[in-house]
Every structure is written in structure tokens, then in C-alpha cells.
């Protein structure tokens, strides 16, 4: 008898929270849609607007810059309003935005949509931080959290050719529409799919049970996860009694969160290189033709995505569940794998196309299977109603890294006439952001437990 009802728990309780992963990250990859078709589109409004590759590394960065500003408020209202709300408003204004840039009718006009879409795509990453940290237990969240992730580096691994081959086909504006249109129905589908734990009438009472229990909760926190969406939620009191919260300006004190923004710096800076230059890259320094750099640029991320999935996600929880040491497991694969991000010094001296894509999938291969791991960190070092604080710092972190990296390539290529220097300029920065997490993070635990 209790085989069997063994048997059955195990077959109920992957359906409803996998379903809140998987959402999380068709929303990642209809985001980064919305972010690489600039990237792809280089020529094309270079030949439109009249622009030098300055001001295109400028017009790459818009959209990072309002998002960044808008980071750590946008943590303080994901935990004051919580997921649901703030996303459907978001997911909205995202789509929005990418239909303008379509309808842009001079430069000015396309960089406003690219800072209105900084603005709504903004809680994006803190939120699904957040909202990983509500659905599961933490030894499920480093494959939970890849699959929102890895979404954004498959984004580039089919967006680049498919939206490269609209723009061929049918011009700029067309891909910028094409991807309005799929934010449009992700919003639909946002509105009608996701929900608290407390509040999704679905979830059933032993994957409820699952994860209140194996999360370890006590008090209120396991109260919200564990009421019944029709009885009264506890109150902000309960829940803080359980693991205070904490202000903004407190959390940018403290040694673990400046060791995860400053690491997570450093990975978004060569993300966002490669997510903003690499075609670029390929096309005029290693003499690729258009449509097959495309095809070209594909091939890391790609790599990237099953780094990220396989290694920063389903080994890490398999590990853990194992009874490995959860830290050390976790801090191997944050500092291993942003240590292979030094691969992109190969591609600094590469002189053919294959050689400079080996190298480039090594360093953001190793990145990537380190990014997820990035993500579930919030939700583990921070008390439950400061992960979107956390997350938010973290992203604010990331962001300036993505404002300053095609800025500052743009600025490389136009005076050296090369990308070894660009290169270089990353690689520097990884080894700063290695050693923010080895002195600074630390042991990863939460705060109660932290010395």
C-alpha cells in the first residue's frame, strides 16, 4: 500500500512546479529574442541609420541601461508585490517596446524602445530567482533554475539564424515585429499559466508537502507554501519571524553579496560581448559571410545551452541529492566554470573561423554551466524575503557589465581595428570576478547558518 502511494506521489509531484520552470524559461528565451535581434540586425541599421560601430556599441547598450537603473527597485517591488503581478505588467510593456523598435522612425525613436524595453524586461531575472526559490526545494533548484537560463543562451543558438534569415528576407523591421509578436503571446500565456504556490488551486497537497517539507521551512515561511489557496495567508509578521528581512543598503554590506554581483559582473561581461558582437566578429574580422555567421555564431551557443542544462544544472542537484557536499559542489562549478570563461583569450589570437569558435565554446561553455548556479544563489544565501533584493543587486551588477562591454569593444575595435584587445579587457575582468568568489561569497549557505 505504501509502495504504491509512494509510486503515485513520485508521478504527481514533477507536473506543476517542472510546469513553472519550463514557463520561466520559454519567457528567457522570447526575452533574448528580443535582445539578439540588434545584434543581428548590425549591418542592416548601420546602412539604415548612417552609424559607426561607436554608436552602435552605444545603441547595443540602451536597453542595459535602464534595466540596470532599474534593478534594485525592481528587487524591493518583486518582494513587496511578488511574482505574478509584476511580471504580467512586464511581460506586457516588453512587447510593447519590441513593436516599437519596429516602427522606430529614426535612430532616436529606436533607441527610446530599446530603453523602454530595459525598463520592462527589468524583473525578469529576479523574478525567476524568486520564483524558483517559492516552487521547489534547493536541491532541485540548479536544474530548475537552467532551464530558465540555458534559455538564454538557445536563444541565441536558433534566434541568430532564424532572425538572421528574416532579416535577409524581409528586412530588420520584420524580425523586430516577428519577435513582438511571440512577446505578445508569452504574455497571454504568462497571465493564464503562472501562480504562487499558495494560490495554484492544482497543486496538490503532496507536492505542496514536498516542497514546504524538503525546503526545510518553519513557522510562516511553510506556512505560505503549505496553505491551501482558500484559506488566509500568513501574515508579512509570521513569515519574517522565521528569517528576518533585511534592507537594501544592509544587503549591499555584507561579503556574500558583493562576491556573488561582482562574480556575476564578470561572466555578463563576456555574455554580452559575445551576445552583441560575436556575428560582427566573425563577419569582419575573420571575413565569414553574412548569412554564415549567422549559422557560425549558432555553434557556441549551443554548446553553451547543454553546459548549462547538464553541468550547472542536472549534475549539480544530482550531486546534491547524493549527499555531496552542497556548497563545495556548487562553489566548484560557479568558480570552475567561470575560470574556463578564459578561453576567450584563444579567440583573442585566433586567425580562422574554426579555431576562433573552439575557443569561444570552451570559455562560454564554462560559463554557462557556472550561470545557473549563479542564479540559484539568491534563494540560498538569502532569507526568503530578501531574494528579490538579492537578485536585484546581483542583475544591477550584471547590467553594468552589459552596458559597458559593446561600449567598450566598440570603442577597441574602432581604435585597434581588432578584437584581441576586447578579448583581453574580458579575460581581465573574469580573474577579478574569480576571486570575488572565492574571498568574498565563500561558503554558500543561508543566513541563519552563515558564521
Avoid at 184 to 200: G, M, N, T
Amino acid at each position: 500500500m505504501l509502495t504504491t502511494q509512494a509510486a503515485e506521489q513520485r508521478t504527481v509531484l514533477p507536473h506543476r512546479r517542472w510546469r513553472i520552470a519550463w514557463l520561466l524559461g520559454i519567457g528567457v528565451l522570447i526575452n533574448y529574442f528580443d535582445r539578439v535581434n540588434l545584434s543581428v540586425s548590425h549591418g542592416s541599421l548601420i546602412a539604415a541609420f548612417g552609424i559607426s560601430n561607436v554608436v552602435f556599441g552605444y545603441l547595443s547598450a540602451a536597453y542595459n541601461w535602464t534595466y540596470a537603473v532599474c534593478q534594485m527597485p525592481m528587487g524591493v517591488i518583486l518582494d513587496k508585490w511578488g511574482v505574478r503581478r509584476v511580471q504580467r505588467a512586464g511581460t506586457f510593456l516588453w512587447s510593447v517596446a519590441t513593436f516599437a523598435a519596429a516602427a522606430a522612425p529614426t535612430l532616436g525613436g529606436l533607441f527610446g524602445a530599446r530603453f523602454l524595453l530595459g525598463v520592462a524586461e527589468a524583473p525578469t531575472f529576479p523574478a525567476n530567482a524568486k520564483a524558483i526559490g517559492a516552487w521547489f526545494p534547493a536541491k532541485e533548484r540548479s536544474m530548475a533554475t537552467s532551464l530558465f537560463d540555458g534559455a538564454a543562451k538557445f536563444a541565441s543558438a536558433i534566434g541568430v539564424p532564424l532572425i538572421g534569415i528574416v532579416l535577409i528576407r524581409a528586412g530588420w523591421r520584420w524580425s523586430f515585429a516577428l519577435t513582438g509578436a511571440l512577446s505578445l503571446a508569452y504574455f497571454l500565456f504568462f497571465w493564464r499559466i503562472y501562480r504562487e504556490p499558495h494560490e495554484d488551486v492544482e497543486l496538490s497537497e503532496a507536492e505542496r508537502e514536498h516542497i514546504a517539507g524538503e525546503r526545510g521551512l518553519e513557522g510562516g515561511e511553510a506556512a505560505e507554501i503549505g496553505a491551501r489557496p482558500d484559506t488566509p495567508e500568513p501574515s508579512h509578521e509570521a513569515i519574517a519571524t522565521a528569517r528576518p528581512s533585511s534592507g537594501l543598503f544592509t544587503l549591499l554590506g555584507r561579503k556574500k553579496v558583493l562576491g556573488l554581483a561582482l562574480g556575476f559582473g564578470a561572466y555578463n561581461y563576456v555574455f554580452y560581448l559575445l551576445l552583441t558582437w560575436l556575428p560582427s566578429y566573425l563577419s569582419f574580422a575573420l571575413h565569414v559571410n553574412l548569412l554564415d555567421s549567422f549559422l557560425y555564431t549558432s555553434v557556441p551557443w549551443f554548446i553553451g545551452t547543454f553546459t548549462d542544462v547538464a553541468i550547472g544544472g542536472w549534475l549539480v542537484d544530482v550531486l546534491v541529492q547524493r549527499g555531496w557536499n552542497a556548497s563545495a559542489v556548487r562553489r566548484v562549478v560557479l568558480i570552475g566554470g567561470t575560470a574556463f570563461g578564459l578561453g576567450i583569450l584563444g579567440a583573442a589570437h585566433a586567425h580562422d573561423a574554426n579555431r576562433a569558435l573552439l575557443w569561444i565554446s570552451i570559455s562560454l561553455g564554462g560559463l554557462s554551466a557556472a550561470a545557473p548556479v549563479g542564479w540559484s544563489l539568491p534563494s540560498l544565501i538569502a532569507a526568503p524575503d530578501d531574494v528579490g533584493k538579492v537578485g536585484g543587486i546581483m542583475n544591477f551588477s550584471s547590467q553594468i557589465s552589459g552596458i559597458a562591454a559593446p561600449i567598450i569593444t566598440g570603442y577597441v575595435v574602432a581604435a585597434r581595428h581588432s578584437y584581441a584587445w576586447a578579448f583581453g579587457v574580458s579575460a581581465i575582468y573574469l580573474v577579478i570576478g574569480i576571486a570575488g568568489y572565492i574571498f568574498l561569497l565563500g561558503r554558500i549557505e543561508p543566513p541563519a547558518e552563515a558564521a
